[in-house]
Every structure is written in structure tokens, then in C-alpha cells.
């Protein structure tokens, strides 16, 4: 047994290349038991090698890595109580969903009716009770999703690797995915460690996440910590929609002369404010307008709520926020 505060994971100075490409550079990482994790980075940033380093299917190249406390450098991936759902799902499509529910019991030598039951319970577990016989190819991409989770939960993972799993889902469904993946880690208390490039996702899923860029972590914090205080010009512009400021322009708005963010819906249009600028675009979202104004060299987005008024492209305007919202940065 592992006490309470044993990690689900840890990296120590992990790295993993491919020849001269440092897809993983130097990653130290501890992801608490029962965390929904994520890990988010554009496209190339490691982020898979990192999920394939924790399963087993890629090794490190130097440094070390624990799942529950134990080095796992010599225990392979059918031993490490981890399963992988991968965004293609992975299913076999000329088996029923129960039998591929069940599969990963019949590897390991679990008697028909066990694991038929099992394989039940699972489809229950997410919504798809009475849908065992059906093959693959004739479910939806959401219900596909839902048998790739219960063919991974079957096997009782203390830790559940996700890498994409929404990626292939429409938005609409993919949101509605979001609450119920939410929801049944909780429900389950197991570790999820979550790939994603999507920032929306990663924010309103994740109880803590790490930002990747180019095979290092460029943050680790809670949504609120990461979103509210990037510690870098990239963490700023990666997550959400920040407006990055230059020293100069920081200055001239009332901070010190230091790269700082400024989130556009901590900004508003006024007669009088810290700055004045000229409308240069306008982008209509449904709940509300982006303005984005040129003042100096810069550009500054403000989120106008709808119902307010929108000022006219090429109008002068002044741009008001709390002193508080100007966040300085580190790098
Ligand atoms: P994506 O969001 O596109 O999946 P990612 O953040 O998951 O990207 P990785 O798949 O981890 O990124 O890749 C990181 C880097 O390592 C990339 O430059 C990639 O080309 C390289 N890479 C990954 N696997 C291999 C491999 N088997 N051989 C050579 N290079 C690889």
C-alpha cells in the first residue's frame, strides 16, 4: 500500500530525444492521486512522449519516473496499472462493443461470465447500457468515445491516460463529453492525465495542468493560477486570449516597464482610462463583441459584453481596467 500523499506520478529530470530532436527536455512533474490532470502545448510540444513515457511504451532517454511511489524504468507497460484511451479510440471493429469491453479481461484470463458482467457494468457506467451487441462501425463518434473509455475502465486502472479522446467530436458533443468525463473521474476518484491542445478544454477540465513548449514545461498550476498568472509571454498568448503587452506600453498604461498581460475582458471602453486608441477591428462572438484597438505600436483587445455599445472601426476611444488586472511577467 502507498500512503495518502504517495503521488500518482512523478517525473525527475526526465528527457526523452530522437535523435537531435529533444522531444521531451528535462521534465520534472508530480501528479497528486485522484488529480485530473492535463497537459496542454501546441502541436510537437512533447506532450504525447511525455503521456507514451508514463504507459511504458516509450523509455526516457535519462532521468526517472515513479507511478505510485515505485521506479518503473524496468516494469513494463501490461504492468504498471495504466491504461490508454488514444483519440482513434483503437476499437475492433469486427468484435461487439461487449467484446471489446471485455477484451482486456480476456487477456488476462478472466472466466466468460465475469467478464461479460463486468463488461455490462462498464457500459452502464458510461450510458451505453444495451448497446453490447452492436459493432463499432454502428455507434456514433460520441458512443465510439464511450466504449474506448469503458474498454480502458474495465481494467482498473489506478491512473487512466486520455490523449485527445474528445479530439475526433464535433463541438457540441465534445462539450458535453467534457462534464461527463468530469464526472465520472470524480465519481471514480481514479488519476486522469489528460493531452489536449485545446486551452478551453484544458481550463475547464483539469483540476491542475502543465503547459508544454518545445519539451519543456513552461507552467504547472491550477486553470485559475496559469490563466490569471502566466509567468511568461508564451503561457500568456498559449492560454486563452490574452493581450501581451511590451514594456513600453506597460509603462505608458501605469505599470513598470516589464512585458505584462492583460486579459481583454478585464478591459473596457470608456471616455477616459489609462490609454486611448483607434478602433481597428471588431469580431462579433454571440456573448459579446472583441474590439481590438492599435495604441502605439500595440494592440489591445477589450471583450464588450452584448447589450453594450461597440464603438465604430476607426473611432478614438479610451481603454479603462482595475490596475490590479495588469499582470507583470517574469520572462
Ligand atoms: P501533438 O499535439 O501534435 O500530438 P505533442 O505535443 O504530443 O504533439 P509529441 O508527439 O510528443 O508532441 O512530439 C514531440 C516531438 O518529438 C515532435 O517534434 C515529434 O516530431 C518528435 N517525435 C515524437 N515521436 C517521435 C519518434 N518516434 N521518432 C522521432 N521523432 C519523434
Redesign the pocket.
Known amino acids: 500500500m502507498t500512503s495518502p500523499a504517495t503521488p500518482a506520478v512523478e517525473f525527475r529530470a526526465v528527457t526523452r530525444h530522437?535523435?537531435s530532436?529533444r522531444?521531451?527536455d528535462g521534465v520534472d512533474l508530480t501528479i497528486a492521486e485522484g488529480a485530473f490532470f492535463a497537459m496542454l502545448?501546441?502541436?510537437?510540444?512533447?506532450?504525447?512522449?511525455?503521456l507514451r513515457l508514463i504507459s511504458g511504451f516509450e523509455k526516457p532517454t535519462s532521468g526517472q519516473i515513479r507511478i505510485f511511489g515505485q521506479d518503473v524504468s524496468d516494469v513494463p507497460p501490461n504492468r504498471r496499472n495504466v491504461n490508454t484511451v488514444f483519440q482513434d479510440y483503437a476499437l475492433f471493429p469486427h468484435m461487439s462493443v461487449r467484446d471489446n469491453v471485455a477484451y482486456g479481461l480476456m487477456v488476462k484470463g478472466v472466466d466468460r461470465k465475469t467478464r461479460l458482467d463486468r463488461a455490462e457494468e462498464m457500459l452502464s457506467l458510461v450510458k451505453l447500457p444495451g448497446y453490447g451487441d452492436r459493432k463499432p462501425g454502428q455507434l456514433s463518434g460520441g458512443q465510439r468515445q464511450r466504449v474506448a473509455l469503458a474498454r480502458a475502465l474495465v481494467n482498473e486502472p489506478r491512473v487512466l491516460l486520455l490523449d485527445?479522446p474528445l479530439g475526433a467530436l464535433d463541438l457540441k458533443l465534445r462539450e458535453a463529453m467534457q462534464d461527463e468525463l468530469k464526472a465520472l473521474q470524480k465519481r471514480l476518484g481514479i488519476t486522469f492525465v489528460f493531452?489536449t491542445?485545446d486551452q478551453h478544454e484544458a481550463l475547464s477540465m483539469a483540476d491542475s495542468l502543465a503547459v508544454?513548449s518545445d519539451?519543456k514545461i513552461a507552467q504547472i498550476g491550477t486553470p485559475e493560477e496559469v490563466y490569471a498568472r502566466p509567468q511568461s509571454r508564451f503561457v500568456a498568448d498559449f492560454v486563452g486570449s490574452s493581450n501581451v503587452l511590451p514594456p513600453d506600453l506597460t509603462r505608458a498604461l501605469g505599470g513598470p516597464a516589464r512585458w505584462s498581460s492583460l486579459r481583454p475582458e478585464q478591459v473596457r471602453i470608456a471616455d477616459q482610462g489609462q490609454g486611448r486608441g483607434i478602433v481597428t477591428s471588431i469580431r462579433y462572438l454571440g456573448a459579446g463583441s472583441r474590439v481590438a484597438l492599435r495604441i502605439g505600436e500595440a494592440e489591445v483587445a477589450a471583450l464588450v459584453p452584448a447589450g453594450q455599445t461597440v464603438p465604430e472601426q476607426g473611432a478614438e476611444v479610451a481603454i479603462a481596467f482595475d490596475p490590479a488586472a495588469l499582470h507583470v511577467m517574469e520572462g
Open positions: 530522437f535523435g530532436v522531444a521531451v502545448g501546441p502541436s510537437g510540444s512533447g506532450k504525447t512522449t511525455c485527445e493531452v491542445h508544454f519539451g
